[in-house]
């Protein structure tokens, strides 16, 4: 979690390096779509800080108030950055507008299509980083703001080519259309990442794909046992919660029952890693002939 944590101390500083550069960038060549571009870095910027925050909060213990930890703080943060992120592509969608009203030319735009072309380098290589390793463990922070990032670099090469080609042409009007498609793309990165982190505060279950690799653990290592019913799963953060209910032999003992619920246990968590398993052990007469039948 320490490294998580320095991740996520790095994306401030990586964020500041960037903004700077767009701005410097904006502030040669008067362009609102690199103002646009400058603007999303400030979103950057924060979301970094909140991220971090995140990390750390959800980094604490389970405690007598939070029994299943402090996961969720950073679903919590992914919803700020898609708030934040909404917020940005409006307020560029103004100035847009504003610019698309009384559009002006260019000034040295080779100068600054430089530095933005440093800047998202920069980014490029960041978000490749918080992708992969927030994927790795299960850090919905970092993978938001890696996410994030990765549509600023999509944006960022759309503005490059977007102010080459107003800058060759002479077409003072394509800078605002541009920024306003800025806007657009960034609007839907921010709804992506807002759906996303509700399904993670919402409790949704598993992918099917991984419920099928469970189901199929059960049934394979739930020797002695005669059918497991109503399994329900949920993610936070890197931990991953199965539950479920295990129907035995009502002679069974307790010592036989509590082996297969051990043996149930490693084979879950070979598939699931930061599994959190609670198993319900009932006699046979609350089966219900559904579920998955024990191989």
Same mark, same amino acid.
């Given at each position: 979690?320490?490294?998580?944590?320095?991740?996520?101390?790095? !994306? $401030?500083?990586?964020?500041?390096?960037?903004?700077?550069?767009?701005?410097?960038? &904006?502030?040669?060549?008067?362009?609102?779509?690199?103002? !646009? +571009?400058?603007?999303?870095?400030?979103?950057?910027?924060?979301?970094?800080?909140?991220?971090?925050?995140?990390?750390?909060?959800?980094?604490?213990?389970?405690?007598?108030?939070?029994? &299943?930890?402090?996961?969720?703080?950073? &679903?919590?943060?992914?919803?700020?950055?898609?708030?934040? $992120?909404? $917020?940005?592509?409006?307020?560029?969608?103004?100035?847009?507008?504003?610019?698309?009203?009384?559009?002006?030319?260019?000034?040295?735009?080779?100068?600054?299509?430089?530095?933005?072309?440093?800047?998202?380098?920069?980014?490029?290589?960041?978000?490749?980083?918080?992708?992969?390793?927030?994927?790795?463990?299960? !850090?919905?922070?970092?993978?938001?703001?890696? &996410?994030?990032?990765?549509? +600023?670099?999509?944006?960022?090469?759309?503005?490059? $080519?977007?102010?080459?080609?107003?800058?060759?042409?002479?077409?003072?009007?394509?800078?605002?259309?541009?920024?306003?498609?800025?806007?657009?793309?960034?609007?839907?990165?921010?709804?992506?990442?807002?759906?996303? !982190?509700?399904?993670?505060?919402?409790?949704?279950?598993?992918?099917?794909?991984?419920?099928?690799?469970?189901?199929?653990?059960?049934?394979?290592?739930?020797?002695?046992?005669?059918?497991?019913? +109503?399994?329900?799963?949920?993610?936070?953060?890197?931990?991953?919660?199965?539950?479920?209910?295990?129907?035995?032999?009502?002679?069974?003992?307790?010592?036989?029952?509590?082996?297969?619920?051990?043996?149930?246990?490693?084979?879950?968590?070979?598939?699931?890693?930061?599994?959190?398993?609670?198993?319900?052990?009932?006699?046979?007469?609350?089966?219900?002939?559904?579920?998955?039948?024990?191989?």
């Amino acid at each position: 979690m320490k490294r998580v944590e320095t991740l996520a101390a790095v !994306s $401030i500083a990586v964020g500041v390096a960037v903004l700077a550069l767009k701005y410097l960038a &904006y502030h040669l060549t008067g362009s609102v779509a690199l103002l !646009s +571009d400058a603007i999303e870095s400030v979103v950057n910027v924060v979301t970094a800080i909140v991220a971090l925050i995140a990390v750390r909060f959800a980094a604490q213990p389970a405690d007598k108030e939070h029994p &299943y930890g402090h996961h969720k703080a950073e &679903y919590v943060s992914a919803v700020v950055e898609g708030v934040l $992120i909404v $917020i940005a592509a409006l307020a560029i969608l103004r100035e847009a507008w504003d610019a698309y009203q009384t559009p002006r030319l260019i000034a040295a735009p080779w100068h600054g299509l430089a530095l933005n072309g440093i800047a998202t380098a920069i980014n490029a290589i960041w978000c490749a980083v918080l992708i992969r390793f927030g994927r790795a463990r299960k !850090s919905a922070a970092l993978a938001a703001d890696g &996410y994030h990032l990765l549509t +600023d670099v999509f944006t960022s090469i759309g503005v490059f $080519i977007g102010i080459a080609l107003a800058a060759t042409t002479g077409i003072a009007i394509l800078d605002p259309i541009l920024a306003a498609f800025v806007a657009l793309n960034i609007l839907w990165a921010g709804w992506r990442m807002l759906r996303g !982190s509700a399904g993670g505060l919402l409790d949704e279950a598993l992918p099917e794909e991984t419920l099928t690799r469970l189901r199929a653990a059960i049934a394979k290592n739930a020797d002695g046992a005669i059918e497991a019913h +109503d399994l329900r799963t949920r993610q936070a953060g890197p931990m991953t919660f199965v539950e479920f209910h295990l129907v035995v032999k009502g002679s069974m003992s307790v010592t036989e029952a509590h082996d297969i619920c051990d043996r149930l246990e490693r084979a879950i968590q070979a598939e699931v890693t930061d599994a959190l398993i609670s198993i319900h052990v009932e006699p046979d007469d609350k089966a219900k002939h559904s579920g998955i039948v024990v191989l």
